[in-house]
T-cell receptor, first 113, second 113 residues
């Protein structure tokens, strides 16, 4: 059982380049979330989805877009990367209201130069 | 909005010492409370949780009690091991916020043999 899988695990981008981070879960979870982790700031929510075809903004959505075309996948896009987007990105999913334990991916370390 | 404040680190302990990490929260509804742990190079994983006032979560020798009167969820372990070295995050989520997790800044714990 793979759980939550993020690809890629590492990436270096030049300022202005674009990329997509993929999150895939095989647990049939309804809710999925993208967080970024920065030193001394905990994890901050970027965007999230409460089901297939839905997305919503989190705490720090600027510069990011997301899509949830399939229930098992949640994509995070950076259209024009900036150095301020250098961070570790984590995807998480939960079953739903009956069980709110979040399962996290291993993270993607992104550096924008 | 919802927020979590936890004890700043880093915390360095000797093996078999007592560990406590303070966590307080602010929430408008009736949140569930969590402690997540992050080992080096890994994603976050659930350590324990409590879903209502006076509930005690416990796992791997760690305990935390949901105290509504003091809005606290302090983490404790009576005798730490080197393998407990990690970053610990206090977090909350609530149905009215689509179960989005609000995290504290994290506390780095190092246990020395």
């Amino acid at each position: 059982n793979a759980g939550v899988t993020q690809t890629p695990k590492f990436r270096v981008l030049k300022t202005g380049q674009s990329m997509t981070l993929l999150c895939a879960q095989d647990m049939n979870h309804e809710y999925m979330y993208w967080y970024r982790q920065d030193p001394g700031m905990g994890l901050r929510l970027i965007h999230y989805s409460v089901g297939e075809g839905t997305t919503a903004k989190g705490e720090v959505p600027d510069g990011y877009n997301v899509s949830r075309l399939k229930k098992q996948n949640f994509l995070l896009g950076l259209e024009s990367a900036a150095p301020s987007q250098t961070s570790v990105y984590f995807c998480a999913s939960i079953v739903g209201p009956m069980n709110t334990e979040a399962f996290f991916g291993q993270g993607t370390r992104l550096t924008v130069v | 909005g919802d927020s979590v404040t936890q004890m700043e680190g880093p915390v360095t302990l000797s093996e078999e010492a007592f560990l406590t990490i303070n966590c307080t929260y602010t929430a408008t509804g009736y949140p569930s409370l969590f402690w997540y742990v992050q080992y080096p190079g890994e994603g976050l994983q659930l350590l324990l949780k409590a879903t209502k006032a006076d509930d005690k979560g416990s796992n791997k020798g760690f305990e935390a009690t949901y105290r509504k009167e003091t809005t606290s969820f302090h983490l404790e372990k009576g005798s730490v091991q080197v393998s407990d070295s990690a970053v610990y995050f206090c977090a909350l989520s609530d149905r009215i916020n689509d179960y989005k997790l609000s995290f504290g800044a994290g506390t780095t714990v190092t246990v020395r043999a």
